[in-house]
């Protein structure tokens, strides 16, 4: 079976137990965030290999994340442990209805402390996907660095990469270097994944013809872009199609969603299904990882993915051109 490597920072996240202000919380469940562990977490749960390259404080909380990835499967020949630096943490509020209040606690911390040396080290046998996304090169200089060299790398072995912008402009030293940045590391992939309002700030436009236009005109094979509860639009070499969302009857916490999304694709890539197959699974997985709080958890087996599919297949019907 073939690997799939990502790079990213694992957080330890502190979840509110009650609604309201998070400085008036006084009790938080603890779970793992990160854009990426997400996906490595779907992919092994639909029995894919992954390894995680990451670097975390030897702490307490980076020992839980090892914890974590030990008992999900996900590879960890390549994360190190930084004496000096800690590991990041996030809180993140309950919310009845719309997107939870988040708060980051990660300038500083051992990911951010990554370096393109630390990408060398890593060995490319048996690598035929990299999954990369916009929030790693958004940290530091030197995690930026290595998100080139990464990419660099995985071009060098011949890798397929999927790229997942991920915008998070809070991070970013001004909006100019993120959409600079974002769209130089754009045009070294094979597929990207923009959220329709990501495609308004890096290309200029919502309507997701033009986005794709923008992005295939920089050499890319496949974009697919997310439009939330309309579903998605898929452009490729040869045909263009709309795939329509699944319909979810109540909507618990909508981050994650995007995660699950990846992982449909690219477990579909993996598995060699067609390009609508794939993104029928990435609506799928996204519409169930909605119904939970934790980013993760919701993340189905093959078999719970299977059956939803199967429960609501008179919902994927699509229009292609």
Sequence with gaps: MSKVILFGEPMAMFTAEEEGPLEEVELFRR???????????????????????????EDPLG???????????????????????????????KVSSGDP??????????????????????????????HVTGIPPALSLSCREATYRLMERA??????????????????ESEEVMIKVVNELASKCDMILPGISEG????GSSEPEKIA?????????????????KGAYVRSAYESFRVPSFKVKKVVDTVGAGDGFAVGVISGKLENLELHES??????IGAIQVTFVSDNEGLPTREELDKFIKENKNETSSSRR
């Excluded at 990160?34 to 029995?47: I, P, Q, Y």
């Excluded at 490319?124 to 990299?130: A, E, I, M, Q, T």
């Excluded at 308004?200 to 290309?203: A, F, G, K, N, Y």
């Design 63 to 93: 020992n839980y994340v090892k914890n974590f990835l030990d008992r999900e499967g996900i590879g960890t020949e390549f994360i190190t442990f930084d004496p000096i630096y800690k590991t990041g943490t996030m809180l993140k509020s």
């Design 31 to 57: 779970s793992l965030a990160g854009a990426e562990v997400n996906v490595c977490t779907g992919l092994t749960r639909l029995v894919h290999k992954v390894e995680y390259v990451t670097k975390l404080g």
């Design 279 to 284: 993104v029928i699974r990435a609506n799928a």
């Design 155 to 172: 071009k060098e072995n011949n890798c397929y990469i999927t790229f997942d912008p991920n915008l998070r402009p809070a991070l970013w």
């Design 213 to 229: 236009d923008y992005y295939q005109n920089l050499g890319i094979k496949d974009v697919i872009i997310k439009e939330g509860s």
């Design 101 to 130: 209040v988040t708060a980051y606690y990660r300038k500083g911390s051992a990911f951010s402390h990554m370096t393109a040396e630390d990408i060398d080290k890593i060995n490319f046998n048996g690598v035929s996907l990299v």
């Design 200 to 203: 308004l700030i890096l290309t």
